[in-house]
Protein backbone atom coordinates (compact mmCIF):
# COMPACT_ATOMS: atom_id res chain seq x y z
CA UNK A 1 0.00 0.00 0.00
CA UNK A 2 1.30 3.38 -1.09
CA UNK A 3 0.80 6.52 0.65
CA UNK A 4 -1.03 9.25 -1.06
CA UNK A 5 1.09 11.26 -3.88
CA UNK A 6 1.12 14.75 -3.58
CA UNK A 7 2.92 17.09 -6.24
CA UNK A 8 4.79 20.25 -5.49
CA UNK A 9 3.67 23.00 -7.84
CA UNK A 10 7.38 23.16 -8.73
CA UNK A 11 7.23 20.45 -10.65
CA UNK A 12 5.23 22.25 -13.73
CA UNK A 13 5.82 25.45 -12.63
CA UNK A 14 7.13 26.93 -16.30
CA UNK A 15 4.13 25.43 -17.96
CA UNK A 16 1.17 26.17 -15.70
CA UNK A 17 -0.17 28.44 -13.00
CA UNK A 18 -1.30 27.42 -9.54
CA UNK A 19 -4.56 27.31 -11.15
CA UNK A 20 -4.10 25.05 -13.74
CA UNK A 21 -2.24 23.22 -11.51
CA UNK A 22 -4.88 22.56 -8.84
CA UNK A 23 -7.02 21.49 -12.05
CA UNK A 24 -4.66 19.22 -13.25
CA UNK A 25 -3.85 17.94 -9.79
CA UNK A 26 -7.75 17.14 -9.44
CA UNK A 27 -7.76 16.09 -13.46
CA UNK A 28 -5.62 13.47 -12.68
CA UNK A 29 -6.83 12.19 -9.35
CA UNK A 30 -3.56 13.55 -7.25
CA UNK A 31 -4.85 14.23 -4.09
CA UNK A 32 -2.54 15.98 -2.29
CA UNK A 33 -0.54 19.57 -3.49
CA UNK A 34 2.45 21.54 -1.54
CA UNK A 35 2.21 24.82 -3.44
CA UNK A 36 5.10 27.57 -3.52
CA UNK A 37 4.56 31.56 -2.29
CA UNK A 38 4.96 33.43 -5.38
CA UNK A 39 1.97 30.96 -6.98
CA UNK A 40 -0.31 31.59 -4.53
CA UNK A 41 0.34 35.41 -4.72
CA UNK A 42 -0.29 35.48 -7.99
CA UNK A 43 -3.39 33.50 -7.61
CA UNK A 44 -4.29 35.60 -4.73
CA UNK A 45 -4.38 33.45 -1.00
CA UNK A 46 -8.20 33.32 -0.96
CA UNK A 47 -8.70 32.07 -4.24
CA UNK A 48 -5.70 29.65 -4.15
CA UNK A 49 -7.57 28.83 -1.07
CA UNK A 50 -11.08 28.25 -2.29
CA UNK A 51 -9.56 25.97 -5.16
CA UNK A 52 -7.76 23.95 -3.62
CA UNK A 53 -10.99 23.27 -0.57
CA UNK A 54 -12.78 23.02 -3.92
CA UNK A 55 -10.98 19.80 -5.02
CA UNK A 56 -10.63 18.70 -1.24
CA UNK A 57 -6.66 18.66 -2.13
CA UNK A 58 -4.76 18.49 1.18
CA UNK A 59 -2.00 20.99 1.43
CA UNK A 60 0.82 18.28 2.12
CA UNK A 61 3.56 21.84 2.73
CA UNK A 62 3.85 25.39 1.86
CA UNK A 63 7.19 26.24 -0.12
CA UNK A 64 8.69 28.45 1.44
CA UNK A 65 9.59 30.23 4.23
CA UNK A 66 13.30 30.42 5.63
CA UNK A 67 15.86 32.66 4.54
CA UNK A 68 17.27 33.75 7.79
CA UNK A 69 20.04 35.13 6.33
CA UNK A 70 17.94 37.52 4.03
CA UNK A 71 17.40 41.39 5.58
CA UNK A 72 13.34 40.87 5.53
CA UNK A 73 13.10 37.99 6.82
CA UNK A 74 10.89 38.28 10.11
CA UNK A 75 8.51 39.74 8.09
CA UNK A 76 8.23 37.25 5.30
CA UNK A 77 8.28 34.83 7.40
CA UNK A 78 5.47 35.74 9.41
CA UNK A 79 3.66 36.09 6.48
CA UNK A 80 4.79 32.81 5.07
CA UNK A 81 2.83 31.31 8.78
CA UNK A 82 -0.18 33.27 7.90
CA UNK A 83 -0.79 32.32 4.50
CA UNK A 84 0.18 28.40 5.94
CA UNK A 85 -2.15 28.67 8.18
CA UNK A 86 -5.13 29.76 5.47
CA UNK A 87 -4.02 27.27 3.32
CA UNK A 88 -4.45 24.59 6.07
CA UNK A 89 -0.56 23.62 4.96
CA UNK A 90 0.83 20.41 7.36
CA UNK A 91 3.56 22.40 7.45
CA UNK A 92 5.79 25.33 6.26
CA UNK A 93 9.18 24.11 4.32
CA UNK A 94 11.92 26.26 5.68
CA UNK A 95 14.60 26.61 3.20
CA UNK A 96 16.91 28.28 5.43
CA UNK A 97 19.46 30.92 3.80
CA UNK A 98 22.90 30.96 2.88
CA UNK A 99 25.71 32.99 2.59
CA UNK A 100 24.28 36.76 2.28
CA UNK A 101 26.62 38.28 -0.45
CA UNK A 102 29.94 39.35 0.30
CA UNK A 103 30.09 36.72 3.05
CA UNK A 104 32.65 33.75 3.60
CA UNK A 105 31.33 33.18 7.61
CA UNK A 106 29.04 30.29 7.06
CA UNK A 107 28.85 29.51 10.50
CA UNK A 108 27.53 33.20 11.31
CA UNK A 109 24.70 32.11 8.90
CA UNK A 110 24.27 29.16 10.82
CA UNK A 111 23.66 30.60 14.15
CA UNK A 112 21.77 33.26 12.25
CA UNK A 113 19.44 30.46 10.91
CA UNK A 114 19.06 29.21 14.67
CA UNK A 115 18.26 32.27 15.96
CA UNK A 116 16.09 33.12 13.47
CA UNK A 117 13.97 29.78 13.84
CA UNK A 118 14.33 29.66 17.61
CA UNK A 119 12.09 33.69 17.12
CA UNK A 120 9.04 32.67 14.69
CA UNK A 121 8.68 29.44 16.49
CA UNK A 122 6.06 30.36 18.75
CA UNK A 123 3.87 32.33 16.57
CA UNK A 124 4.14 28.91 14.06
CA UNK A 125 2.77 26.85 16.99
CA UNK A 126 0.12 29.61 17.87
CA UNK A 127 -1.04 29.58 14.11
CA UNK A 128 -0.99 25.99 14.32
CA UNK A 129 1.66 25.78 11.28
CA UNK A 130 4.67 23.43 12.04
CA UNK A 131 8.00 24.47 10.69
CA UNK A 132 9.61 21.81 8.85
CA UNK A 133 13.33 22.44 8.11
CA UNK A 134 14.33 21.25 4.79
CA UNK A 135 18.39 20.36 4.86
CA UNK A 136 19.64 20.87 1.41
CA UNK A 137 22.25 19.32 -1.04
CA UNK A 138 25.82 20.51 0.37
CA UNK A 139 26.23 21.83 -3.30
CA UNK A 140 23.60 24.31 -2.26
CA UNK A 141 25.07 25.28 1.17
CA UNK A 142 26.03 28.96 0.06
CA UNK A 143 23.56 30.11 -2.32
CA UNK A 144 20.12 28.39 -0.79
CA UNK A 145 20.66 26.67 3.12
CA UNK A 146 23.29 26.60 5.33
CA UNK A 147 21.94 23.11 7.00
CA UNK A 148 22.98 20.43 5.08
CA UNK A 149 22.23 17.40 6.69
CA UNK A 150 19.45 15.56 8.46
CA UNK A 151 21.66 15.04 11.77
CA UNK A 152 22.64 19.14 11.63
CA UNK A 153 18.57 20.10 10.65
CA UNK A 154 17.75 16.95 14.25
CA UNK A 155 20.19 18.51 16.31
CA UNK A 156 18.33 21.94 16.04
CA UNK A 157 14.99 20.19 16.37
CA UNK A 158 15.97 19.22 19.49
CA UNK A 159 17.31 22.16 21.02
CA UNK A 160 14.32 24.37 20.09
CA UNK A 161 11.48 21.99 20.44
CA UNK A 162 12.73 19.61 23.19
CA UNK A 163 9.63 19.16 24.97
CA UNK A 164 7.33 18.93 22.35
CA UNK A 165 5.94 15.28 22.49
CA UNK A 166 2.46 15.87 20.94
CA UNK A 167 1.81 13.76 18.26
CA UNK A 168 2.28 15.94 15.56
CA UNK A 169 5.71 18.15 16.12
CA UNK A 170 6.00 22.23 15.76
CA UNK A 171 9.36 21.86 14.53
CA UNK A 172 10.62 18.94 12.65
CA UNK A 173 11.90 18.22 8.92
CA UNK A 174 11.41 18.27 5.26
CA UNK A 175 13.15 15.22 3.79
CA UNK A 176 13.94 15.48 0.68
CA UNK A 177 15.58 12.05 -1.42
CA UNK A 178 17.36 14.41 -3.56
CA UNK A 179 19.30 16.80 -0.62
CA UNK A 180 20.28 13.67 1.25
CA UNK A 181 20.43 10.26 -0.66
CA UNK A 182 24.48 10.62 -0.25
CA UNK A 183 24.52 10.60 3.72
CA UNK A 184 26.31 7.80 5.18
CA UNK A 185 24.28 8.48 8.43
CA UNK A 186 20.71 9.10 6.75
CA UNK A 187 19.37 5.43 8.03
CA UNK A 188 19.93 6.19 12.03
CA UNK A 189 18.95 9.93 11.08
CA UNK A 190 15.77 8.94 9.58
CA UNK A 191 15.32 6.69 12.98
CA UNK A 192 16.17 9.03 14.89
CA UNK A 193 13.92 11.71 12.85
CA UNK A 194 10.72 9.85 14.00
CA UNK A 195 7.14 11.27 14.05
CA UNK A 196 9.85 15.14 13.08
CA UNK A 197 9.59 13.72 9.57
CA UNK A 198 6.68 16.44 8.35
CA UNK A 199 7.12 16.20 4.77
CA UNK A 200 8.52 13.80 2.50
CA UNK A 201 9.99 14.84 -0.82
CA UNK A 202 10.82 12.23 -3.67
CA UNK A 203 12.59 12.73 -6.80
CA UNK A 204 15.92 11.12 -8.35
CA UNK A 205 19.22 12.28 -9.15
CA UNK A 206 20.73 11.97 -12.49
CA UNK A 207 24.32 11.01 -13.45
CA UNK A 208 25.24 13.01 -15.20
CA UNK A 209 23.57 16.18 -13.18
CA UNK A 210 23.82 19.19 -15.40
CA UNK A 211 23.37 21.77 -13.42
CA UNK A 212 23.64 22.53 -9.78
CA UNK A 213 19.56 23.43 -9.25
CA UNK A 214 17.43 22.52 -12.11
CA UNK A 215 18.63 19.39 -12.98
CA UNK A 216 16.79 16.64 -10.96
CA UNK A 217 15.50 13.76 -12.64
CA UNK A 218 11.96 11.91 -12.30
CA UNK A 219 12.09 8.79 -10.15
CA UNK A 220 13.55 5.70 -11.49
CA UNK A 221 15.84 7.78 -14.39
CA UNK A 222 18.51 8.29 -11.57
CA UNK A 223 20.74 6.78 -8.94
CA UNK A 224 18.49 6.75 -5.81
CA UNK A 225 17.44 3.51 -4.24
CA UNK A 226 13.71 5.01 -3.50
CA UNK A 227 12.65 2.17 -2.06
CA UNK A 228 15.20 1.43 0.57
CA UNK A 229 14.88 5.26 1.69
CA UNK A 230 11.02 4.94 1.92
CA UNK A 231 11.60 1.64 4.13
CA UNK A 232 13.39 3.64 6.49
CA UNK A 233 11.19 6.62 6.44
CA UNK A 234 7.86 4.66 6.89
CA UNK A 235 9.74 2.45 9.37
CA UNK A 236 10.33 5.65 11.26
CA UNK A 237 6.80 6.00 11.58
CA UNK A 238 6.08 8.45 8.22
CA UNK A 239 2.39 8.42 7.16
CA UNK A 240 2.16 11.54 5.15
CA UNK A 241 2.03 12.00 1.58
CA UNK A 242 4.90 11.21 -0.94
CA UNK A 243 5.53 14.48 -2.82
CA UNK A 244 7.26 14.59 -6.14
CA UNK A 245 9.35 17.96 -6.09
CA UNK A 246 11.66 17.97 -9.43
CA UNK A 247 13.51 21.12 -10.93
CA UNK A 248 14.15 20.53 -14.21
CA UNK A 249 14.92 23.31 -16.64
CA UNK A 250 16.49 20.56 -19.32
CA UNK A 251 13.58 18.02 -19.33
CA UNK A 252 10.48 17.97 -17.32
CA UNK A 253 9.61 21.77 -17.68
CA UNK A 254 9.20 21.29 -21.42
CA UNK A 255 7.44 19.02 -21.76
CA UNK A 256 3.09 18.76 -21.71
CA UNK A 257 2.43 18.52 -18.19
CA UNK A 258 -0.08 16.44 -18.23
CA UNK A 259 2.41 13.76 -19.17
CA UNK A 260 4.82 14.86 -16.42
CA UNK A 261 1.42 14.38 -14.10
CA UNK A 262 0.75 11.15 -15.61
CA UNK A 263 4.35 9.82 -15.43
CA UNK A 264 4.69 11.06 -11.37
CA UNK A 265 2.36 8.95 -10.97
CA UNK A 266 3.36 6.13 -12.52
CA UNK A 267 6.81 6.05 -11.17
CA UNK A 268 5.61 6.45 -7.94
CA UNK A 269 4.21 3.75 -7.71
CA UNK A 270 6.32 1.76 -9.65
CA UNK A 271 10.07 3.13 -8.77
CA UNK A 272 9.82 4.65 -5.29
CA UNK B 1 54.94 31.74 8.79
CA UNK B 2 53.05 30.01 5.72
CA UNK B 3 53.50 26.35 5.18
CA UNK B 4 55.26 25.67 1.86
CA UNK B 5 53.12 25.65 -2.05
CA UNK B 6 52.60 22.28 -3.94
CA UNK B 7 51.04 22.58 -7.02
CA UNK B 8 48.73 19.81 -7.89
CA UNK B 9 49.39 18.74 -11.56
CA UNK B 10 45.69 18.93 -12.59
CA UNK B 11 45.93 23.02 -11.96
CA UNK B 12 47.91 23.36 -15.42
CA UNK B 13 47.16 19.91 -17.25
CA UNK B 14 45.45 21.12 -20.16
CA UNK B 15 48.28 23.42 -20.74
CA UNK B 16 51.49 21.75 -20.17
CA UNK B 17 52.73 18.42 -19.94
CA UNK B 18 53.97 16.89 -16.60
CA UNK B 19 57.63 17.92 -17.79
CA UNK B 20 56.39 21.53 -18.66
CA UNK B 21 54.87 21.56 -14.84
CA UNK B 22 57.90 20.24 -13.00
CA UNK B 23 60.05 23.31 -15.00
CA UNK B 24 57.21 25.55 -14.49
CA UNK B 25 57.56 24.94 -10.51
CA UNK B 26 60.91 24.78 -10.59
CA UNK B 27 60.93 28.37 -12.44
CA UNK B 28 58.07 29.84 -9.85
CA UNK B 29 60.11 28.46 -6.49
CA UNK B 30 57.04 25.88 -6.03
CA UNK B 31 59.23 23.77 -4.46
CA UNK B 32 56.73 20.70 -4.11
CA UNK B 33 54.08 18.65 -6.52
CA UNK B 34 51.75 16.13 -6.56
CA UNK B 35 51.47 14.85 -10.38
CA UNK B 36 48.58 12.52 -11.70
CA UNK B 37 49.48 8.88 -12.92
CA UNK B 38 48.22 9.26 -16.43
CA UNK B 39 50.26 12.31 -17.06
CA UNK B 40 53.65 10.69 -15.03
CA UNK B 41 52.92 7.28 -17.63
CA UNK B 42 53.16 9.58 -20.47
CA UNK B 43 56.37 11.09 -19.40
CA UNK B 44 56.96 7.91 -18.20
CA UNK B 45 57.82 7.14 -14.43
CA UNK B 46 61.67 7.06 -14.43
CA UNK B 47 61.61 10.17 -16.29
CA UNK B 48 59.40 11.67 -14.11
CA UNK B 49 61.00 10.74 -11.29
CA UNK B 50 64.80 11.72 -12.64
CA UNK B 51 63.03 15.84 -13.01
CA UNK B 52 61.15 15.91 -9.69
CA UNK B 53 64.40 14.66 -8.07
CA UNK B 54 66.74 17.12 -10.24
CA UNK B 55 64.64 19.99 -9.38
CA UNK B 56 64.31 19.11 -5.53
CA UNK B 57 60.66 19.07 -5.66
CA UNK B 58 58.67 16.99 -2.52
CA UNK B 59 55.89 15.17 -4.37
CA UNK B 60 53.18 15.79 -1.43
CA UNK B 61 50.89 13.45 -3.35
CA UNK B 62 50.55 10.78 -6.12
CA UNK B 63 46.72 11.35 -7.56
CA UNK B 64 45.41 8.93 -7.81
CA UNK B 65 44.46 5.10 -5.99
CA UNK B 66 41.38 3.96 -5.39
CA UNK B 67 38.29 3.44 -8.06
CA UNK B 68 37.78 0.25 -5.60
CA UNK B 69 34.27 -0.23 -7.52
CA UNK B 70 36.14 -0.94 -10.76
CA UNK B 71 36.68 -4.45 -11.80
CA UNK B 72 40.56 -3.71 -12.56
CA UNK B 73 41.09 -2.04 -8.69
CA UNK B 74 43.48 -4.31 -7.24
CA UNK B 75 46.25 -4.41 -10.20
CA UNK B 76 45.78 -0.95 -10.33
CA UNK B 77 46.26 0.41 -6.42
CA UNK B 78 48.97 -1.78 -6.92
CA UNK B 79 50.70 -0.43 -9.31
CA UNK B 80 49.79 3.01 -7.41
CA UNK B 81 51.19 1.73 -4.65
CA UNK B 82 54.89 1.22 -7.00
CA UNK B 83 54.82 4.54 -8.47
CA UNK B 84 54.69 6.48 -5.45
CA UNK B 85 56.84 4.35 -3.90
CA UNK B 86 59.26 5.36 -7.19
CA UNK B 87 58.60 8.45 -6.46
CA UNK B 88 58.67 9.26 -2.97
CA UNK B 89 55.33 10.72 -2.80
CA UNK B 90 54.24 11.35 0.63
CA UNK B 91 51.00 9.75 0.26
CA UNK B 92 48.90 8.24 -2.43
CA UNK B 93 45.71 10.26 -2.57
CA UNK B 94 42.22 7.38 -3.29
CA UNK B 95 39.80 8.75 -4.50
CA UNK B 96 37.56 5.44 -3.71
CA UNK B 97 34.79 5.07 -6.83
CA UNK B 98 31.27 5.90 -6.51
CA UNK B 99 28.12 3.80 -8.11
CA UNK B 100 29.13 1.20 -10.57
CA UNK B 101 26.94 1.72 -14.24
CA UNK B 102 23.46 0.55 -13.47
CA UNK B 103 24.00 0.83 -9.33
CA UNK B 104 22.30 2.09 -6.91
CA UNK B 105 23.38 0.47 -4.09
CA UNK B 106 25.38 2.98 -2.51
CA UNK B 107 25.69 0.68 0.44
CA UNK B 108 27.13 -2.19 -2.03
CA UNK B 109 29.95 0.54 -2.83
CA UNK B 110 30.84 1.42 0.43
CA UNK B 111 31.27 -2.07 1.50
CA UNK B 112 33.56 -2.66 -1.55
CA UNK B 113 35.25 0.25 -0.71
CA UNK B 114 36.17 -0.36 3.07
CA UNK B 115 37.19 -4.44 1.80
CA UNK B 116 39.37 -2.70 -1.38
CA UNK B 117 41.64 -0.91 1.39
CA UNK B 118 41.65 -3.17 3.74
CA UNK B 119 42.95 -5.16 1.37
CA UNK B 120 45.74 -2.94 -0.38
CA UNK B 121 46.78 -1.58 3.06
CA UNK B 122 49.39 -4.30 4.10
CA UNK B 123 50.95 -3.84 0.46
CA UNK B 124 51.11 -0.17 1.03
CA UNK B 125 52.79 -0.17 4.08
CA UNK B 126 55.32 -2.55 3.15
CA UNK B 127 56.26 0.35 0.59
CA UNK B 128 56.31 3.04 2.95
CA UNK B 129 53.59 4.65 0.90
CA UNK B 130 50.90 6.28 3.78
CA UNK B 131 47.07 5.88 2.03
CA UNK B 132 45.22 9.39 1.72
CA UNK B 133 41.39 8.48 1.64
CA UNK B 134 39.92 11.68 -0.26
CA UNK B 135 36.27 12.48 0.93
CA UNK B 136 34.80 14.27 -2.00
CA UNK B 137 32.04 16.22 -2.47
CA UNK B 138 28.50 14.60 -2.20
CA UNK B 139 27.55 16.19 -5.40
CA UNK B 140 30.42 13.73 -6.59
CA UNK B 141 29.53 10.47 -4.68
CA UNK B 142 27.92 8.63 -7.66
CA UNK B 143 30.53 9.36 -10.48
CA UNK B 144 33.69 9.56 -8.31
CA UNK B 145 33.61 8.63 -4.70
CA UNK B 146 31.13 7.58 -2.19
CA UNK B 147 32.83 8.55 0.62
CA UNK B 148 31.69 12.21 1.59
CA UNK B 149 32.35 13.10 4.82
CA UNK B 150 35.60 13.58 6.82
CA UNK B 151 33.99 11.94 9.65
CA UNK B 152 32.67 8.64 7.17
CA UNK B 153 36.62 8.84 6.05
CA UNK B 154 38.13 8.90 9.64
CA UNK B 155 35.80 5.74 10.77
CA UNK B 156 37.56 4.05 7.97
CA UNK B 157 40.93 4.48 9.32
CA UNK B 158 40.54 3.79 12.82
CA UNK B 159 38.62 0.64 11.75
CA UNK B 160 41.82 -0.34 9.43
CA UNK B 161 44.51 1.18 11.25
CA UNK B 162 43.71 1.55 14.21
CA UNK B 163 47.20 0.20 16.30
CA UNK B 164 48.91 3.28 14.28
CA UNK B 165 50.95 5.00 16.96
CA UNK B 166 53.74 6.19 14.65
CA UNK B 167 54.26 9.42 13.57
CA UNK B 168 53.25 8.60 10.21
CA UNK B 169 49.90 6.83 9.92
CA UNK B 170 49.39 4.58 6.79
CA UNK B 171 46.00 5.08 6.46
CA UNK B 172 45.06 8.74 6.87
CA UNK B 173 42.77 11.47 5.06
CA UNK B 174 43.45 14.22 2.03
CA UNK B 175 41.43 16.65 3.19
CA UNK B 176 40.44 19.37 0.45
CA UNK B 177 38.50 22.23 0.94
CA UNK B 178 36.47 21.75 -1.68
CA UNK B 179 35.14 19.18 -0.87
CA UNK B 180 34.28 19.63 3.02
CA UNK B 181 34.31 23.15 3.53
CA UNK B 182 30.15 22.93 4.02
CA UNK B 183 30.45 20.54 6.50
CA UNK B 184 28.81 21.64 10.26
CA UNK B 185 31.22 18.91 12.00
CA UNK B 186 34.39 19.93 9.93
CA UNK B 187 35.98 21.85 13.22
CA UNK B 188 35.83 18.39 14.93
CA UNK B 189 36.45 16.18 12.87
CA UNK B 190 39.62 17.79 11.67
CA UNK B 191 40.80 18.01 15.32
CA UNK B 192 40.10 14.00 15.53
CA UNK B 193 41.41 13.37 12.04
CA UNK B 194 45.04 15.32 13.98
CA UNK B 195 48.35 13.11 12.38
CA UNK B 196 45.84 11.16 10.47
CA UNK B 197 45.98 14.59 7.59
CA UNK B 198 48.77 13.82 5.26
CA UNK B 199 47.54 16.03 2.57
CA UNK B 200 46.11 19.71 2.51
CA UNK B 201 44.06 20.42 -0.81
CA UNK B 202 43.24 24.55 -1.46
CA UNK B 203 41.14 25.90 -4.49
CA UNK B 204 37.85 27.86 -3.71
CA UNK B 205 34.01 27.75 -3.85
CA UNK B 206 32.89 30.00 -6.51
CA UNK B 207 29.50 31.37 -6.85
CA UNK B 208 27.67 30.20 -8.98
CA UNK B 209 29.02 26.83 -9.47
CA UNK B 210 28.40 26.38 -13.51
CA UNK B 211 29.90 22.52 -13.44
CA UNK B 212 29.95 20.16 -10.84
CA UNK B 213 33.51 18.68 -11.57
CA UNK B 214 35.34 21.18 -13.33
CA UNK B 215 34.49 24.60 -12.47
CA UNK B 216 36.65 25.10 -9.20
CA UNK B 217 37.98 28.63 -8.27
CA UNK B 218 41.33 29.99 -7.39
CA UNK B 219 41.59 31.21 -3.48
CA UNK B 220 39.90 34.01 -2.68
CA UNK B 221 37.68 34.12 -5.64
CA UNK B 222 35.22 31.82 -3.60
CA UNK B 223 33.53 31.47 -0.45
CA UNK B 224 35.55 29.57 1.35
CA UNK B 225 37.00 30.84 5.07
CA UNK B 226 40.27 29.45 4.19
CA UNK B 227 42.55 31.10 6.87
CA UNK B 228 39.59 29.60 9.31
CA UNK B 229 40.17 26.20 8.00
CA UNK B 230 44.27 26.11 7.72
CA UNK B 231 44.17 27.24 11.46
CA UNK B 232 42.31 24.23 12.16
CA UNK B 233 44.25 22.20 10.10
CA UNK B 234 47.75 23.67 11.41
CA UNK B 235 45.53 23.11 15.18
CA UNK B 236 45.59 19.84 14.36
CA UNK B 237 49.40 19.51 13.86
CA UNK B 238 49.66 19.46 10.16
CA UNK B 239 53.18 20.68 8.97
CA UNK B 240 53.08 19.37 5.88
CA UNK B 241 52.22 20.96 2.76
CA UNK B 242 49.37 23.35 1.28
CA UNK B 243 48.87 21.42 -2.43
CA UNK B 244 46.45 23.72 -4.59
CA UNK B 245 44.46 21.90 -7.07
CA UNK B 246 42.27 23.45 -9.29
CA UNK B 247 40.46 22.01 -11.93
CA UNK B 248 38.99 25.09 -13.81
CA UNK B 249 37.51 24.23 -17.61
CA UNK B 250 36.12 27.72 -17.84
CA UNK B 251 38.88 30.06 -16.52
CA UNK B 252 42.12 28.26 -15.63
CA UNK B 253 42.92 26.09 -17.75
CA UNK B 254 42.38 28.48 -20.71
CA UNK B 255 45.15 30.72 -19.10
CA UNK B 256 48.50 31.56 -19.78
CA UNK B 257 49.95 28.67 -17.00
CA UNK B 258 52.94 31.19 -16.00
CA UNK B 259 50.08 33.74 -14.76
CA UNK B 260 48.50 30.43 -13.40
CA UNK B 261 51.40 29.49 -11.18
CA UNK B 262 52.19 32.92 -10.42
CA UNK B 263 48.56 33.64 -9.06
CA UNK B 264 48.73 30.53 -6.91
CA UNK B 265 51.47 31.71 -5.33
CA UNK B 266 50.33 35.72 -4.96
CA UNK B 267 46.68 34.30 -3.62
CA UNK B 268 48.57 31.62 -1.14
CA UNK B 269 49.64 34.57 0.54
CA UNK B 270 47.24 36.87 0.84
CA UNK B 271 44.48 34.64 1.13
CA UNK B 272 44.61 31.30 2.60
Known amino acids: MRLKLSLNTATARKQWTLAQIIDGCARHDIRGISPWRDQVAQMTLSKAQKAIAANSLTVTGLCRGGFFTAPDWRDDNRRAIEEAATLGARCLVLVVGGLPSGSKDIEKSRSEVYEGIAEILPEARKAGVPLAIEPLHPMQAAERACINTLEQALDICEELDEADTSAQCALGVA ?58 VEGAGYAGFDEVEIFSELDWWKRDPDEVLETCKERHLRCT
Chains 1, 2 share one sequence.
Not at 202 to 220: A, E, I, K, S, Y
Open 175 to 232: LDVYHVWWDPKLEAQVKRAGKRILAYHLCDWLVPTRDLFNDRGMMGDGVIDLPKIRRW
